[in-house]
Nanobody
């Protein structure tokens, strides 16, 4: 089963940018659905963006639409989440998630803190 490793989190001021990365241990994301989730303190984990395994269509939750961009390189087994115009409400642990044939795997998460 694939293992996922996220990187790129950190502390950023409001209005700043961060780029998160996710790498697959198998070195490929062929046929996988890929998604990014986040979990803010005291809140449930929520899905914020995903790429379909069928046609690579990309979807975003309204709260990040226009500010976040998700990309994936299936052949290399990587996915990134470019986050611009960050707000304090974006503070959370961000997780990469990937799945195929009904089996999904989580990365360990990376902390993003947006604070002045």
């Amino acid at each position: 089963q694939v293992q996922l490793v996220e990187s790129g989190g950190g502390l950023v001021q409001p209005g700043g940018s961060l780029r998160l990365s996710c790498s697959a241990s198998l070195g490929t994301f062929n046929h996988y659905a890929i998604a990014w989730f986040r979990q803010a303190p005291g809140k449930e984990r929520e899905g914020i963006s995903c790429i379909s395994s069928n046609d690579d269509s990309t979807f975003y939750v309204d709260s990040v639409k226009g500010r976040f961009t998700m990309d994936s390189d299936r052949a290399k087994g990587t996915s990134s989440l470019q986050m611009n115009n960050l707000k304090s409400d974006d503070t959370a642990i961000y997780y990469c998630n990937a799945g195929v044939n009904g089996k999904f795997t989580w990365g360990q998460g990376t902390q993003v803190t947006v604070s002045a």
